[in-house]
């Protein structure tokens, strides 16, 4: 199983970003697919979730200015941020829940760096 995430950069505060994480070496296995984000000294925060399905969540500090996406035939999970701001400075982690009899397994995609200056 293979997570390889991509888009991160640097950006001024105001400004858009999309990143995209593509699973491989999966089968049809893949679940739910989520991004999080880790700033330094700080606990990796869970940023939104979508379903096989396309049920969504976010977390209330993204809710309005980001949005996740999948596509199930690429095995790809994206996420679009829009006004972007300094303090959403982090590494970006995809995660994937991937079926392998008997149970779900989580797998994390080897991060994106996301720079906002002010």
């Known amino acids: 199983v293979q997570l390889q995430a991509s888009g991160g950069g640097l950006v001024q505060a105001g400004e858009s970003l999309k990143l995209s994480c593509a699973a491989s070496?999966?089968?049809?296995?893949?679940?739910?697919m989520a991004w999080y984000r880790q700033a330094p000294g700080k606990q990796r925060e869970l940023l939104a979730n979508?379903?096989?399905?396309?049920?969504?969540k976010y977390a209330d500090s993204v809710k309005g200015r980001f949005t996740i996406s999948r596509d199930n035939a690429k095995k790809t999970v994206y996420l679009e941020m829009n006004s972007l701001k300094p303090e959403d400075t982090a590494v970006y982690y995809c995660?994937?829940?991937?079926?392998?009899?008997?149970?779900?397994?989580?797998?994390w995609g080897q991060g994106t760096q996301v720079t906002v200056s002010s």
């Open positions: 070496k999966i089968g049809d296995s893949l679940g739910t």
């Open positions: 979508i379903t096989a399905g396309g049920k969504t």
């Open positions: 995660n994937a829940d991937i079926w392998t009899f008997p149970r779900w397994y989580p797998y």
